[in-house]
């Protein structure tokens, strides 16, 4: 296989070479054991073609994949290009292998270049993490090995757990597990959470988990299980009875959803609670390990329920309102799942082969930590009082939309000989231009931009 054209200076050092650059795809496909044999296929190119080339808002067929390879290889070499059966045949385990290389990759780039910091209550933190999980549906004929969890008919699902970093506002960790791996198995604390606020979902609610991040000097704010019944040993602030006061008082302690329904409903209770994280073994000896947490409930008035959230944060230095705003970027990954589904069509292949599956996911995983390091160094480029315009979910879809844009440049950039520095400064322009022209007022859901 030869190489592609050579490039003139001036085309160096985009933002393109540095995070796709054509030699280092193409040593990695090598050491995966993507590529044994330089033939008539191009892992460079077909990469190129799976982060950007799958059509958006749509239902993209392999054929449409197969016809874009083939109008972006222009290499001379071959009078014929490769067969749709031999391309078909390297959507194998190896291309999920080089994918899933390529995707550790970018986000680990993306983590070490990133120029962020937290403001605000989150700035006393080294960094906050928050883990969600989303579910993508596949072919009824993966059913048996990829079996539903929730659905009484033979579906099929595979589940992304992902850790998103606020300070990064990229994907720390991805990984892809069948849709009946219960999410708090994904769980792993350990000394790299110190100064580290980690906020879950109840789907990763454990008590055992909160307090492994507790001993590791980490942090943590979860929304309370309705079915949990700790004891209220203390009431940091929010008025109650006398009665119910002598009772705390005297070690008499109710369990929280007793307490909730003594007090009135409005305002805010800040509370200190008893939760067992470990029950008796009575054939061992063990002792229970009874361990106490911050407890904060807001009365939502609309609703008429309470929101309780239970922390280890220490109630002279966040008081409830703040507990309140840092649980709200939990929101930040809700977002990430819905872009990724919403702009870059993920789970629109309802693909009956499990490798054509994982490859699918992976190549629009890469493509959104790609579009959030662009979104990070376009940040960079704008004055500090203009970035709240570009919020990340019109970002994602203009993004999604100029996808094409990049093949051409990309394209450009191996076989053509016009300028192609001028073609990026004027992508650059565009995308800032419409992410600019299509603000809104920010939503709930924008406020969280970290630069």
Same mark, same amino acid.
Request: proline share 4%; net charge positive; with cysteine.
């Given at each position: 296989?030869?190489?592609? #054209?050579?490039?003139?200076?001036?085309?160096?050092?985009?933002?393109?070479?540095?995070?796709?650059?054509?030699?280092?795809?193409?040593?990695?496909?090598?050491?995966?054991?993507?590529?044994?044999?330089?033939?008539?296929?191009?892992?460079?190119?077909?990469?190129? +073609?799976?982060?950007?080339?799958?059509? &958006?808002?749509?239902? #993209?067929t392999f054929e449409e994949i @197969?016809?874009?390879?083939?109008?972006?290889?222009?290499?001379?070499?071959?009078? /014929? &290009?490769?067969? *749709?059966?031999?391309?078909?045949?390297?959507?194998?385990?190896?291309?999920?292998?080089?994918?899933?290389?390529?995707?550790?990759?970018?986000?680990?780039?993306? *983590?070490?270049?990133?120029?962020?910091?937290?403001?605000?209550?989150?700035?006393?933190?080294?960094?906050?993490?928050?883990?969600?999980?989303?579910?993508?549906?596949?072919?009824?004929?993966?059913?048996?090995?990829?079996?539903?969890?929730?659905?009484?008919?033979?579906?099929?699902?595979?589940?992304?757990?992902?850790?998103?970093?606020? $300070?990064a506002h990229s994907v720390k960790?991805?990984?892809?597990?069948?849709? $009946?791996?219960?999410?708090?198995?994904?769980?792993?604390?350990?000394?790299?959470?110190?100064?580290?606020?980690? *906020?879950?979902?109840?789907? @990763?609610?454990?008590?055992?988990?909160?307090?492994?991040?507790?001993?590791?000097?980490?942090?943590?704010?979860s929304r309370v299980k309705t079915?949990?019944?700790?004891?209220?040993?203390?009431?940091? &602030?929010?008025? *109650?009875?006398?009665?119910?006061?002598?009772?705390?008082?005297?070690?008499?302690?109710?369990?929280?959803? &007793?307490?909730?329904?003594?007090?009135?409903?409005?305002?805010?209770?800040?509370?200190?609670?008893?939760?067992?994280?470990?029950?008796?073994?009575?054939?061992?000896?063990?002792?229970? +390990?009874?361990?106490?947490?911050?407890?904060?409930?807001?009365?939502?008035?609309?609703?008429?329920?309470?929101?309780? @959230?239970?922390?280890?944060? #220490?109630?002279? /230095?966040?008081?409830?309102?703040?507990?309140?705003?840092?649980?709200?970027?939990?929101?930040?990954?809700?977002?990430?799942?819905?872009?990724?589904?919403?702009?870059? %069509?993920?789970?629109?292949?309802?693909?009956?082969?499990?490798?054509?599956?994982?490859?699918?996911? @992976?190549?629009?995983?890469?493509?959104?930590?790609?579009?959030?390091?662009?979104?990070?160094? +376009?940040?960079?480029?704008?004055?500090?009082?203009?970035?709240?315009?570009? %919020?990340?979910?019109?970002?994602?879809?203009?993004?999604?939309?100029?996808?094409?844009?990049?093949?051409?440049?990309?394209?450009?950039?191996?076989?053509?000989?016009?300028?192609?520095?001028?073609?990026?400064?004027?992508?650059?322009?565009?995308? $800032?231009?419409?992410?600019?022209?299509?603000?809104?007022? #920010?939503?709930?859901?924008?406020?969280?931009?970290?630069?």
């Amino acid at each position: 296989m030869e190489n592609p #054209p050579s490039k003139n200076p001036e085309h160096l050092g985009t933002w393109q070479d540095k995070l796709l650059p054509y030699d280092f795809l193409l040593e990695k496909s090598r050491e995966t054991g993507f590529v044994k044999r330089f033939r008539k296929l191009n892992p460079v190119y077909l990469s190129y +073609i799976l982060i950007f080339g799958v059509s &958006s808002h749509g239902r #993209p067929t392999f054929e449409e994949i @197969y016809r874009k390879y083939i109008d972006f290889d222009s290499n001379p070499k071959f009078l /014929k &290009s490769i067969t *749709i059966q031999s391309f078909k045949k390297r959507f194998n385990q190896d291309m999920v292998n080089f994918l899933s290389f390529l995707l550790e990759h970018f986000i680990n780039e993306m *983590i070490l270049e990133c120029p962020a910091q937290l403001k605000n209550q989150a700035k006393r933190f080294k960094d906050i993490l928050i883990q969600d999980s989303s579910i993508i549906r596949l072919s009824q004929k993966l059913s048996g090995d990829y079996p539903a969890a929730r659905s009484r008919d033979n579906a099929a699902g595979l589940k992304i757990h992902a850790v998103l970093s606020a $300070r990064a506002h990229s994907v720390k960790t991805i990984e892809i597990t069948g849709e $009946r791996v219960h999410d708090s198995k994904m769980l792993r604390i350990g000394r790299e959470v110190k100064d580290v606020l980690i *906020i879950n979902d109840l789907g @990763y609610y454990s008590l055992k988990t909160f307090s492994r991040i507790n001993h590791y000097r980490g942090f943590f704010v979860s929304r309370v299980k309705t079915n949990a019944k700790p004891e209220v040993v203390s009431v940091v &602030s929010g008025q *109650i009875s006398k009665k119910l006061k002598k009772s705390i008082d005297d070690k008499n302690y109710p369990n929280l959803s &007793s307490f909730l329904e003594h007090v009135p409903k409005k305002g805010i209770y800040d509370l200190v609670c008893s939760f067992e994280i470990e029950k008796a073994q009575n054939r061992t000896n063990k002792i229970p +390990i009874i361990e106490d947490y911050r407890v904060v409930c807001f009365w939502n008035e609309k609703r008429s329920t309470w929101h309780v @959230y239970m922390t280890n944060l #220490p109630a002279d /230095k966040f008081n409830p309102d703040e507990i309140y705003e840092l649980y709200k970027y939990r929101w930040i990954i809700e977002l990430l799942f819905k872009e990724l589904k919403s702009d870059y %069509g993920l789970g629109n292949l309802l693909l009956g082969n499990s490798p054509l599956a994982y490859i699918h996911i @992976y190549s629009m995983l890469i493509r959104l930590i790609i579009s959030r390091n662009l979104y990070s160094w +376009i940040l960079t480029k704008i004055e500090p009082d203009e970035r709240e315009k570009y %919020g990340p979910m019109l970002w994602s879809k203009v993004f999604a939309e100029k996808s094409n844009e990049f093949l051409s440049i990309l394209h450009q950039n191996l076989f053509g000989n016009k300028d192609v520095l001028e073609r990026w400064n004027w992508l650059e322009k565009s995308l $800032r231009h419409l992410a600019k022209s299509r603000h809104e007022k #920010p939503r709930f859901s924008q406020r969280f931009t970290v630069f």
